[in-house]
């Protein structure tokens, strides 16, 4: 597999995106973003209340990141993102944008460059029993576990031919990140 410039940790709420993500960051040296941070109020607001987003919600929300991931990589940063990316199309917006792939000028002002990201999928994988046990322990967060079926409901697993690795939620912390640091040797 070519050298990706991003990592995405996805999954559904409660899989450890968030603690994954950010101790990959700290292991390989990258900038770590966590979605989560990046939702506008209203979509805080929408899941506090036990509402799921929807499609409308969150696609405003990708291209931002979208957006963020790929004035980093043209600068030469490598990144570790945690979020949700629950279906293919989410994955396609932060990889691509919301219009597939626009080009870009390489600067000579002739040949065009396609502006996608790099990325390889990290899919946390788990049961409902394992993860709503884990979100009903968590404090101090706006997601209610409630929520957690939606998840399930919407998640399109990656699947052939996107850039993916799927490791279960049943492992332990190090061992997660000992298969992705091995995938990326
Ligand atoms: N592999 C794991 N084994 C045990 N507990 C974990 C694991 N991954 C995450 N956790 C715990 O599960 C909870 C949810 O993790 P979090 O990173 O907040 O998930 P997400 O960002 O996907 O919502 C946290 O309390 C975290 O400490
Ligand atoms: O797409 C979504 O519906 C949200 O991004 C959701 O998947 C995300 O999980 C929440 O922001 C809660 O945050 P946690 O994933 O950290 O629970």
């Not at 990592?7 to 101790?23: H, I, P, Q, R, W």
């Not at 597939?100 to 502006?115: N, Y």
């Not at 031919?161 to 061992?175: G, T």
């Amino acid at each position: 597999m070519a050298a990706p410039d991003v990592l995405l940790v996805m999954g559904v709420s409660g899989s450890g995106k968030s603690t994954v993500g950010a101790l990959l960051a700290s292991e390989l040296g990258w900038k770590f973003y966590d979605a989560d941070d990046y939702h506008p109020e209203e979509n805080r607001t929408k899941m506090g209340k036990g509402i799921p987003l929807n499609d409308q919600d969150r696609i405003p929300w990708l291209c931002n990141l979208h957006d963020i991931l790929l004035r980093d990589v043209a600068s030469g940063q490598h990144v570790v993102l945690a979020c949700s990316g629950l279906k293919k199309m989410y994955r396609d917006i932060l990889i691509r944008g919301k219009d597939g792939t626009p080009l870009k000028s390489d600067g000579t002002g002739e040949d065009k460059q396609p502006a996608e990201v790099k990325l390889l999928v990290v899919h946390l994988n788990g049961s409902f029993e394992v993860i709503s046990g884990r979100l009903l322990k968590r404090k101090g967060h706006f997601m209610p576990p409630e929520l957690l079926q939606s998840q399930f409901d919407t998640l399109e697993p990656p699947s052939a031919p996107e850039n993916f690795i799927q490791i279960s939620v049943d492992k332990n912390l190090s061992e997660i990140i000992a298969t992705i640091m091995d995938t990326l040797r």
